[in-house]
């Protein structure tokens, strides 16, 4: 299995409440991404990184914040949690050395998030 | 717009059955294709992936996919399911460029197993 932690794995929070999600890789893959999955809709792409601070939208990023300052760790913000962000959260990284949607992406275990 | 179908949202077989998912696509281009599964509580893990060549991708726990260009399918079989393959299973398109650049995901089929 890829080397990919995510903390914490389940949060509970207030609405209005900031909350980040960390995701961590051992791999020295170069992209990470984040990715919210919810009943009825698969996995929806956040944010993705292309390597240290550079990043970029995906399809649902309003209200989400990203940051990369080192090539092991992702950080998914939420400025103000909104009932509308619970979620199962998940980090994948790819190797980079391809174009992105053209490689294997791998996936961490998931973060629970209930925002109430 | 780029997209990925999978019609079924829930399967029930029995185990030693054999199995087919399947998942239909929409892109312009020259499809990457990946199937992933999901047990409960886990996060993805990667069944196979086709990106060029045989169109027949062999992939873990016996699974092996097809792709027809023709019908923009990529569907997954397995001979013989076991108990232990209930979860739930996507299909995804890798696409290049735009908001939805990365991967782009089935809604998933959740297989279930009669003993």
């Known amino acids: 299995d890829a080397g990919i932690t995510q903390s914490p794995r389940h949060k509970v929070t207030e609405t209005g409440t900031p909350v980040t999600l960390r995701c961590h890789q051992t791999?020295?893959?170069?992209?990470m991404y984040w990715y919210r999955q919810d009943p009825g809709h698969g996995l929806r792409l956040i944010h993705y990184s292309y390597g240290v601070k550079d990043t970029d939208k995906g399809e649902v990023s309003d209200g989400y914040s990203v940051s990369r300052s080192k090539t092991e760790d992702f950080l998914l913000t939420l400025e103000s949690a909104t009932s509308s962000q619970t979620s199962v959260y998940f980090c994948a990284i790819s190797q980079g050395l391809a174009g992105v949607g053209q490689e294997t992406q791998y996936f961490g275990p998931g973060t629970r998030l209930l925002v109430l | 717009a780029q997209s990925v179908t999978q019609p079924d949202i829930h399967i029930t077989v029995s185990e030693g059955a054999s199995l087919e998912l399947r998942c239909n696509y929409s892109?312009?281009?020259?499809?990457?294709l990946f199937w992933y599964v999901q047990s409960p509580g886990q996060g993805l893990q990667l069944l196979l992936k086709y990106f060029s060549g045989d169109t027949l991708v062999q992939g873990i726990k016996g699974f092996e996919a097809e792709f027809k260009r023709s019908q923009s399918s990529f569907n997954l079989r397995k001979p013989s399911v076991h108990w232990s393959d209930a979860a739930e299973y996507f299909c995804a398109v890798g696409v290049r460029g735009g908001s939805q650049g990365n991967l782009i995901f089935g809604k998933g089929t959740k297989l279930s197993v009669k003993p």
């Open positions: 791999e020295n893959h170069r992209y």
């Open positions: 892109y312009g281009a020259t499809p990457y």
